[in-house]
């Protein structure tokens, strides 16, 4: 197994760390070059106008590789006209027409982004967000990759696409509430205004995406709030919860 990063990182005993870029497709030849299954998780910039993500799909047939699983996101199928949807679309066509295996993760939001509020949290005991009050099912990282694991080691999962939530819908403030059980110290909720959101999240992706992200938490359909049955399918056994995340995570807001 080959780990794939833009910068040095810690892997797991037994796995082989490479230094490429994914904005560079070029330089992965010597990573895909008989490889036989590839995850492809894009980073920000990739999401971005101008980038071309498909060139990935392009080096992985021409190095060999068998089989891709692709992370997607929700939106796809929640919110498929903004910019950045379209070209996760795109990617996704791209792949099906490819002539490889595939299957295809759509998260909804990530657990992990509550490691946003860590610093305030360990500094202030403060978790600061904007629309408390309105949840979504929000996936544990970790069974996103139980999922791509099971997706890449099992060929039943080939050509399905999967929903990834947690098992509950979950507000801010209740994850707030979550964080201070698993510090077991109290955490004080402070509501941002959505430009005042935007302005910390724009630091990290592009605006469009940032205001994408913004529209689901704040005005989320029907099935934004949906509870999938896809990863007891996939894996069988029930997404983790919000609270087991942060449990598991209390150092980070000690």
Known sequence: MTAVSRHTAEVPDG?????????????????????????????????????????????????GVRG?????????????????RVAMRELEDTLR?????????????????????AESVRT?????????????PIVDPADIADVAAA???DDRHTGNAYELTGPEV??????????????GSPVSFHELTRDEAKAGMTRTMPAELADDTLDILGNPSPAEVRV???????????PRSFADWAARHAAAFR
Do not use: Y
């Not at 202030?124 to 979504?136: K, L, M, N, S, Y």
């Not at 999938?228 to 029930?238: E, F, K, N, Y």
């Open 228 to 238: 999938s049955p896809d990863v007891w399918q996939v894996l069988g056994r029930a």
């Open 124 to 136: 202030q005991r403060v978790v600061a967000a904007p629309f408390g009050d309105i949840g979504v």
């Open 97 to 117: 027409k490819s002539g490889l295996e595939w299957a295809i993760l759509r998260p909804g939001g990530f657990a992990s982004n509550a490691l946003w509020w």
């Open 15 to 63: 796995v082989r760390h490479v230094m490429a870029d994914l904005s560079e497709p070029a330089g992965l030849k010597p990573v895909l070059s008989g490889a036989d299954s590839l995850f492809l998780l894009l980073s920000g910039d990739l999401h971005a106008i101008g980038a071309n993500p498909a060139d990935i799909i392009g080096e992985a047939v021409a190095g």
């Open 151 to 153: 997706c890449l080691l």
């Open 68 to 84: 891709v699983v692709l992370l997607s996101t929700l939106g796809v199928v929640t919110r498929p006209f903004g910019t950045t």
């Open 170 to 183: 979950i507000t801010p403030r209740g994850q707030t509430d979550a964080i201070a059980a698993a510090i």
